[in-house]
Each structure stands twice: as structure tokens, then as C-alpha cells.
């Protein structure tokens, strides 16, 4: 017979009280933080070597322009991807680990989705210098399409075909 709570409705996932889910829930966004947070960091560390380059001064001001724009995207999202372990940090003992749960998954989607922004007006600035062609916007379209499908359509898909209703 299923698992029933004592008012006869049927339990659903874990048995687990809502701290335990909190803890279980950190430690999930902690894992997935890190892969994001390795990148944007690698990113961001290329981004800001690049106006000490002689080539820097040879960019177009439209060009200049791309750039600083995505060093900016890519301090946001820095910021916005370590904010987690900041904020775990500060409430630690608070006994409000289910709320700081819930911020520090608002901000690693946020950091997702400066890191797409960064990532691809990065790509939109190398394939500009690399390439003069008329077809970069579309190449980085693109680019931003495979993004949004890897990101978000595909687990929107599982979300709506495997969650129970």
C-alpha cells in the first residue's frame, strides 16, 4: 500500500522534514554552483586580460564597446554565482536555512542567466574581431538557441513529462 499521511492524502517524494529538505537542497545548489561558478570565473579571467593586449587598441569603438559590456555581464554574474556561499556564510545558525535556500537559488539562476548573456556577447565579440562577417549574429543566435534548449527547454521538457501531477 503507498505511503499516507494521517489526514488519508498520499505522501509524495521524500519523507523528510523541511529542514532536512533544506540541507539536502543546499547541498544540490552548492554542486551545481560550483560547475557555474568555475566557468564564469575562467571566463571572466580571460575577459579582463584582454585590454592589457596590444590588439585591445586596434578594436573598433563598437567593438570596445561589446567588450566592456561583457566584462560588466561577467562581473555580474561572478558576483551573482558566488553570492550563494556568501549568504550561506552570513545566516549560518540562523535557523533559516529553508529561506536562504530559496535566495541562493534565485541567484544562481540569476548568475545563469548573466553567464548566458556574458558567454554570448563574449562569442559575439571573438567571432566580430576573428571573422569581419556579416553572418556573426546569426552564428551567435545560434549559439544562444542551443543555450536556451541545453539550459532551459530541456528541463522545462522533464519538468512537465516526468513531474506527477
Not at 115 to 135: F, N, P, W
Amino acid at each position: 500500500m503507498p505511503d499516507v499521511e494521517q489526514d488519508g492524502s498520499r505522501r509524495r517524494g521524500r519523507n523528510e522534514t523541511e529542514e532536512e529538505r533544506a540541507d539536502r537542497m543546499w547541498s544540490e545548489l552548492i554542486q551545481e554552483v560550483r560547475v557555474a561558478q568555475m566557468g564564469v570565473q575562467i571566463l571572466f579571467g580571460f575577459l579582463l586580460t584582454v585590454v592589457f593586449t596590444p590588439t585591445y587598441e586596434d578594436l573598433s569603438g563598437t567593438d570596445k564597446t561589446i567588450y566592456i559590456v561583457t566584462v560588466v555581464l561577467g562581473a555580474c554574474a561572478t558576483g551573482a554565482l558566488i553570492g550563494p556561499v556568501s549568504l550561506h556564510r552570513l545566516v549560518s545558525g540562523r535557523r533559516i536555512k529553508p529561506q536562504a535556500v530559496r535566495w541562493a537559488s534565485r541567484l544562481t539562476l540569476l548568475g545563469l542567466a548573466l553567464l548566458l548573456v556574458t558567454t554570448s556577447s563574449s562569442l559575439l565579440l571573438i567571432l566580430r574581431v576573428a571573422t569581419h562577417g556579416d553572418y556573426v549574429a546569426y552564428l551567435v543566435a545560434g549559439v544562444v538557441c542551443w543555450y536556451l534548449l541545453c539550459w532551459l527547454g530541456l528541463p522545462m521538457w522533464a519538468r512537465y513529462r516526468h513531474t506527477t501531477r
